[in-house]
Structure formats: C-alpha cells, structure tokens
Nanobody, 119 residues
Framework: VQLVESGGGLAQPGGSLRLSCAASGFTFSNYIMKWFRQAPGKERELVAA????????DYADFVKGRFTISRDNSKNTVPLQMNSLKPEDTAVYFC?????????????WGQGTQVTVSS
C-alpha cells in the first residue's frame, strides 16, 4: 500500500499550489480520502475530505472557499487545489485513506509534503 503526496513547495501569500496524492495497493474507489496537515508544534488537523464515490466533499472552516478536494477513481489520485494561500497554511500536508468495514476500520497515511507560504 502506498500513498504518495506531491506538489508541495514554496508559495507567496495569495498564491496557489496544487497537491496530489497517488494511491496504490488497495481498492482506492472504496475508500474515503482526506487531506490533513500538521504545522510545527501543532496537532495534525483535518483539511478536507471526499467520499469514496466523490459525490460529497467537506472542508475545515479555515480553508472553505480557498481549497478544493477532488478525486479521480480511474487514476487513483486525490488532488487538493489550494488558492489564496496564507502564511498560516504552512504545514506538512498528509494524504489519508480510510475504510469502515463491519466493526473494523482500515486506514493508510502518506509520508507528507511540505507547503510553505511566505513572501
């Protein structure tokens, strides 16, 4: 199983970045997919989520209207489009896959990609 994030880097305030998560080794289309982030000295927090079929999305209040999550079940990818970036968006961004089955739960994490927003 692999979740590989890409697209991180340095952006100026007000700029944009597009992250992507490439998944392999599991039945991607069955899993809810999420992006989390963790800033230095802070706890990991949920940024955005998309259902297995891609028919519903959810966002943390601090990114609503700025970030867009989507998924391509034919390519096993989960892009996160980030616009109007702010310095407080600086963090390591992680891709997450989760599946509830019966009474159990299965989840996978990527290694993360650094996003730095600075002038």
């Amino acid at each position: 199983v692999q979740l590989v994030e890409s697209g991180g880097g340095l952006a100026q305030p007000g700029g944009s970045l597009r992250l992507s998560c490439a998944a392999s080794g599991f039945t991607f289309s069955n899993y809810i997919m999420k992006w989390f982030r963790q800033a230095p000295g802070k706890e990991r927090e949920l940024v955005a989520a998309v259902t297995a079929r891609g028919d519903r999305t959810d966002y943390a209040d601090f990114v609503k209207g700025r970030f867009t999550i989507s998924r391509d079940n034919s390519k096993n990818t989960v892009p996160l489009q980030m616009n109007s970036l702010k310095p407080e968006d600086t963090a390591v961004y992680f891709c997450y896959a989760g599946l509830q089955y019966g009474l159990g739960y299965r989840e996978y994490w990527g290694q993360g990609t650094q996003v730095t927003v600075s002038s």
